[in-house]
């Protein structure tokens, strides 16, 4: 930890992109680290957001955004969504002066446009390049030793002796602490405080603000709490509106989860697609997701006891922080986090693939099903082989506890406390 700051995985990702693109957008949830991550890249800054700089900010904006574009460089432009027209300014900079490097912008929200302004706004392609960021990762946070990289098991290592000492009892402790940067340094016994925050203001207030439409605070926690049921499942819409069916209909649902995938409240996870595989026999819809798992637990008003005492909660919420850490470890290889479901049944909870072509599958197991898991990952890696001849680099059961092991089909073992970059 230097100067108080705790190092991301995407850091050096991130001076990478900025190094290859004239300026760099990195978006995610509000409290992930976007504005401090961006603020260690830049030179200087300018903070919409800031009260006491806000009314001249949107006077410049308004007027010449050129000003607020004015200071050394690289240059953060904190949450320029407030005044998208910050974006074509940023462009037509990088196009005048030339160069990379010089901008960053954060943003915690889809900038809210009307289509006349969208169809108006220029991409940026070539001259923007784009970062997801996510909250910590049990690496990031200290909690996992980072033995097991997930680049060496793609390189074809194996040979780790480890063991995660994470209990039970800690796992759902971070699952609803999540991997929020404020509650990570915090004393623990206020730090699950900053999840149920997290959900009150996106309830109260985010949600409204995602596209400027008034929303009910009650329809909005009680649909959050109905996701939060069906996290990293492939629930439809129409089994999430019939939960709410006596507050709203399907089509305000609709709307609802439509603003909070602009604030980055809902990540969910797509459906991977084998090469060659007939389409009409995968199921395609995606698995319902937060950013953060402290958000399923948060909505559904659940306490680290009580995760304990319900084991498919738990077990759900710890596939979802099993998918945030993935996402956090392939982002150096630019590699994406995927489920696999066909009409048999075979499922895979991650399916990882490089833009190389390699890839690999994962199965969650808390507490047991180890077995099991590892007979539907052999049955994946045969049946894929047999289709497009192109075979997994790696399959593994992913685990609450214990320690790394190669079994004898050859599936891997390993602890979530053990795997990192």
């Keep these: 930890m230097e100067d108080g700051y705790m190092p991301r995985v995407i850091d050096a990702y991130l001076r990478e992109r900025l190094s290859a693109s004239g300026a760099l957008l990195i978006e995610g949830p509000k409290w992930c680290g976007k504005t401090t ?21 949107m006077y410049y904006a308004s007027k010449r955004p050129s000003r607020l574009l004015e200071g050394e460089r690289p240059r953060l432009i904190d949450e320029w969504q407030v005044a998208p027209v910050l974006w074509d300014a940023v462009r037509f900079a990088v ?6 490097g010089l901008f960053v912008l954060t943003g915690s929200s889809v900038p809210n446009l009307g289509k006349e302004e969208e169809e108006r706004m220029h991409s940026g392609t070539g001259r923007i390049s784009r970062a997801r960021m996510h909250t910590m990762s049990l690496f990031e ?44 340094g ?17 309830s109260t207030s985010d949600i409204s603000r995602a596209d400027g439409v008034m929303r009910d605070q009650y329809v909005a926690r009680a ?9 990293c499942t492939m629930a439809e819409t129409t089994a999430i509106a019939e939960d709410l069916r006596s507050m709203a209909s399907r089509k305000t649902v609709t709307e609802y ?12 996870i797509p459906a991977w697609r084998p090469e060659l595989m007939s389409k009409a026999r995968l199921r395609t819809s995606s698995k319902r ?28 919420i710890f596939e979802s922080l099993c998918v945030r850490d993935m996402r956090a470890y392939l982002q150096p290889l630019d590699g ?85 970059p």
Excluded at 299 to 310: K, M, Q, T
């Design 37 to 57: 991550t961006g603020e260690r890249l830049c030179s200087s800054a300018v903070f919409m957001q800031d009260p006491d700089e806000r009314e001249s900010n």
């Design 95 to 100: 196009d005048r002066d030339g160069g990379r």
């Design 141 to 184: 946070s200290g909690e996992s030793d980072g033995s097991v990289p997930v680049s060496a098991l793609f390189d074809g290592r194996t040979d780790f002796d480890c063991r995660s000492d994470l209990t039970m009892e800690r796992l759902a402790f971070l699952a609803c602490r999540g991997g929020w940067p404020a509650a990570v």
């Design 186 to 202: 915090m004393d623990e016994r206020y730090s699950l405080r900053t999840a149920r925050d997290y959900v009150e203001s996106v």
């Design 223 to 231: 649909l959050l709490a109905s996701l939060a049921r069906n996290v």
């Design 257 to 268: 989860i439509a603003a909070l995938r602009k604030i980055f409240v809902c990540d969910d």
């Design 289 to 316: 997701c937060f950013s953060d798992p402290s958000i399923a637990a948060a909505a559904l008003g659940a306490a680290p006891e009580a995760l304990l005492r319900d084991g498919p909660a738990f077990g759900s």
């Design 336 to 420: 994406t986090v995927m489920h696999y479901h066909d009409n048999t049944g075979l499922e895979a909870d991650m399916v990882l693939s490089l833009p190389d072509g390699r890839w690999a599958a994962m199965e969650v197991k808390l507490r047991s099903g180890e077995d099991k898991a590892a007979e539907g990952l052999l049955r994946l890696a045969r049946k894929t082989k047999t289709v497009n001849g192109d075979g997994p680099a790696f399959l593994a059961v992913v685990t609450g506890t214990g320690m790394f092991r190669e079994r004898d089909d050859g599936v891997l073992v390993v602890p979530v406390g053990c795997l990192g």
